[in-house]
């Protein structure tokens, strides 16, 4: 029971702050108290939420869907609208059951056709209609409606200038409370929550009534024009919620606010007919309309992963472009060993114009030459020969063999790519690797291959002067496509360094990471898998702890404390183990192990090192100014952390911050999971150890 009411009043508090477009108990515990101000505002709002919870039970809509919040805090906005409208009697009551229940069904049905079918949020759309249905109706309802009833003017303060009443005014009427002390708790909740919000409420609502008072040609007029509210909720929408806050954002943004101010005067001329005000049909439709239309020319900065507030949503967005370029093709070397760049990216010879992204590849010795003896035969090239492997798992769409090799000292200027063979990447990209060795090929045109699978030979064949491989990623299956953008994966330069999105340099020395079938073991990790640690900080022991392996309702696998409700998100993607991302308390340990050993390639390469670039807040906890500043300079405050391999189990890292420096060492159990994960920072030595069967 008692956990149920907790649940209720959580959700309470969630769809009060969802009217800010955050997620925030102690936010929505504010506007509930700003409400109570008006007991009839607060009475009717709460009940007509609590009747489209029960009403959603009812008939089986379950809390876990995404609907959710979208009828709650809908349902809550319009009980708002009838308590502004109505006192407290038996018929107005009924008018809250029958509109709350509206209210559920409506949003239901936008969230089907806008959300499901085309990826556009419901906002409060549903409010909007339903608002309009009881202004409408409440002109046949004199036995309800109330005139001036809910004046309070011990809740505005006279003495401050209109243009700043205006503000919190407009502030006010989010929660149906148009008042000055509403408009001052409202801004001062958004300032110590999101000072991105904060910052975007300011800047939109001044600049949608700057432009409003130009055409109107009076500023006070435009100040007392309660419909700006909608400047307010597109620039929080646009700048902080649906696209990932940026200047490019902001710009977006202050655009919206300003193609709303036509839109609203229109609106008003039709809406003043009926008597009736706009409510939010402006930021609705303005914000649809540039979601929708950022959606379908690919936007690159949507916000696919809304969480509870801006700063939220820009963490965890740097957290995976920065970690993870998806956008990206990053295939695997196609070959074994170390080989040189023989040519680049934009290389002197053939790699220009639309071929510019392409690498060719041969085998130097250790006096920098590609052949033995005099050179003149192409099996004296180190390269000649050698096997060629599939660098991305994926079907063959062409491929021919049927050229032959020329002799050193020739080219084939005809068959300017030779021998080749074209693959198919599920995610949506096709390799090309060329001059291949006359009848080498080992697949067939519409096999299916995996990434590491042999498919040909290096050959001769071609605009070839001597033995190399080339490769290029295009879009396009035609032989000699217009080549784009890659990086390679688990590749290692001559420093035994990994080289993460990054280009490769001519002469640079390369070749892929060995895998490890034995380090895969230790990082398959199954469902309610238990391991048991003794927590010591300076060698003190505190307490015991368990480790569990959890699934999220989406079907993720994180590691989480028993007992708590702290989330570290993993997987296995391209032989790397991968922790994604950490939910829960900010000295949970979990963020110590995800710290100390963020990224693992399933290699078995003694003294491979990597740098990795650390999740916001993992290490240095940023506050709400410098969240602010990063969503101007998205690169500021970043924390890197460089790891290495030492030997076939211990993992060991260096993190710099700004002030200090944290070592961090994990050694991998010979079975499964860590034996020991260890931090060390400003004098103090956090140490996780693992208690064998036998110490249990």
């Given at each position: ?160 200038p209109i243009f700043i009443q205006g503000l919190l005014r407009s502030l006010g009427i989010l929660i149906f409370m148009p008042y000055d002390i509403s408009g001052i708790l409202i801004l001062i909740a958004l300032l110590l929550f999101s000072r991105i919000s904060f910052f975007l409420t300011i800047s939109s609502y001044y600049l949608g009534v700057t432009i409003l008072a130009l055409l109107k040609g009076s500023f006070v007029n435009a100040y007392l024009d309660f419909s700006a509210f909608n400047f307010i909720l597109i620039g929080i929408a646009l700048g902080g919620v649906f696209l990932i806050p940026s200047i490019k954002s902001y710009l977006i943004a202050f655009t919206g606010v300003f193609v709303s101010v036509f839109f609203m005067d229109a609106i008003s001329v039709v809406w003043s007919a009926f008597g009736i005000p706009v409510f939010t049909l402006p930021f609705n439709i303005v914000v649809l309309l540039f ?406």
């Amino acid at each position: 029971m008692e956990k149920n009411f907790l649940s209720l009043l959580n959700n309470l508090l969630y769809s009060y702050s969802t009217l800010l477009f955050i997620r925030s108990k102690s936010t929505g515990f504010v506007l509930l108290l700003i409400t109570c101000l008006n007991l009839n505002l607060a009475v009717t709002g709460i009940l007509s939420w609590a009747i489209a919870i029960f009403f959603a039970h009812l008939i089986s809509i379950k809390k876990e869907d995404k609907i959710h919040i979208i009828y709650t805090y809908n349902a809550l906005i319009v009980g708002f609208s009838i308590g502004f409208l109505f006192k407290i009697t038996f018929l107005s009551i009924l008018l809250t059951i029958g509109t709350s229940i509206l209210t559920v069904l409506i949003s239901y049905t936008l969230f089907s056709l806008l959300s499901k079918t085309i990826r556009l949020p419901v906002l409060n759309s549903p409010f909007f209609i339903v608002s309009t249905i009881i202004y409408l109706a409440s002109t046949r309802y004199s036995s309800l409606f109330v005139d001036s009833f809910y004046l309070h003017e011990n809740l505005d303060i006279i003495q401050i200038p209109i243009f700043i009443q205006g503000l919190l005014r407009s502030l006010g009427i989010l929660i149906f409370m148009p008042y000055d002390i509403s408009g001052i708790l409202i801004l001062i909740a958004l300032l110590l929550f999101s000072r991105i919000s904060f910052f975007l409420t300011i800047s939109s609502y001044y600049l949608g009534v700057t432009i409003l008072a130009l055409l109107k040609g009076s500023f006070v007029n435009a100040y007392l024009d309660f419909s700006a509210f909608n400047f307010i909720l597109i620039g929080i929408a646009l700048g902080g919620v649906f696209l990932i806050p940026s200047i490019k954002s902001y710009l977006i943004a202050f655009t919206g606010v300003f193609v709303s101010v036509f839109f609203m005067d229109a609106i008003s001329v039709v809406w003043s007919a009926f008597g009736i005000p706009v409510f939010t049909l402006p930021f609705n439709i303005v914000v649809l309309l540039f979601v929708f239309v950022l959606i379908n020319i690919g936007y690159p900065n949507i916000n696919n992963s809304i969480k509870d507030s801006p700063e939220e949503s820009l963490s965890n967005f740097l957290n995976f472009t920065k970690r993870f370029n998806y956008s990206i093709p990053t295939p695997w070397l196609p070959f074994l060993g170390q080989w040189s760049v023989y040519q680049s990216f934009s290389g002197q010879w053939t790699h220009q114009g639309i071929w510019q992204y392409a690498y060719d590849f041969v085998i130097k010795d250790e006096n920098g030459l590609t052949y033995q003896n005099n050179g003149l035969k192409l099996e004296d090239y180190y390269c000649f020969g050698k096997p060629i492997f599939a660098p991305i798992s994926g079907t063959i769409v062409d491929a021919s063999d049927m050229l032959k090799d020329n002799p050193i000292g020739e080219i084939d200027k005809k068959n300017n790519w030779g021998n080749y063979i074209i693959i198919y990447s599920s995610f949506g990209y096709y390799v090309e690797i060329s001059h291949l060795q006359f009848k080498s090929l080992k697949v067939n045109i519409g096999d299916y291959v995996v990434a590491g699978a042999i498919i040909a030979n290096c050959g001769n064949s071609g605009y070839s002067p001597e033995p190399h491989v080339h490769i290029q990623i295009q879009y396009h299956p035609q032989l000699g496509s217009e080549t784009f953008l890659f990086y390679f994966n688990h590749c290692l330069n001559e420093k035994r360094q990994l080289v993460i999105n990054k280009l490769l340099e001519k002469d640079m020395i390369v070749q892929p990471i060995t895998f490890s079938k034995k380090a895969a073991k230790i990082f398959t990790f199954i469902l309610d898998d238990n391991f048991q640690y003794k927590l010591f900080i300076n060698e003190k022991n505190f307490s015991d702890i368990i480790l569990t392996v959890k699934m999220s309702i989406e079907g993720s696998y994180y590691l989480t404390i028993l007992n708590t409700e702290d989330r570290l998100y993993f997987g296995i993607e391209n032989n790397t183990f991968i922790f994604y991302s950490f939910e829960g308390r900010k000295d949970s340990l979990l963020k110590y192990l995800f710290a100390a050993l963020p990224k693992f390639p399933l290699a078995s390469d003694i003294d491979l090192s990597w740098e990795e670039i650390l999740p916001d807040n993992l290490i240095k906890h940023l506050n709400g100014f410098q969240f602010f500043y990063k969503s101007f300079n998205h690169n500021a405050y970043t924390v890197i952390g460089n790891y290495k391999l030492t030997n076939e189990n211990e993992i060991c890292g260096t993190i710099s911050c700004s002030n200090h420096t944290i070592y961090t060492k994990v050694i991998l159990n010979d079975f499964k999971g860590f034996e020991l994960i260890e931090i060390f920072q400003l004098n103090q030595t956090i140490s996780l150890r693992r208690i064998n069967n036998s110490e249990k």
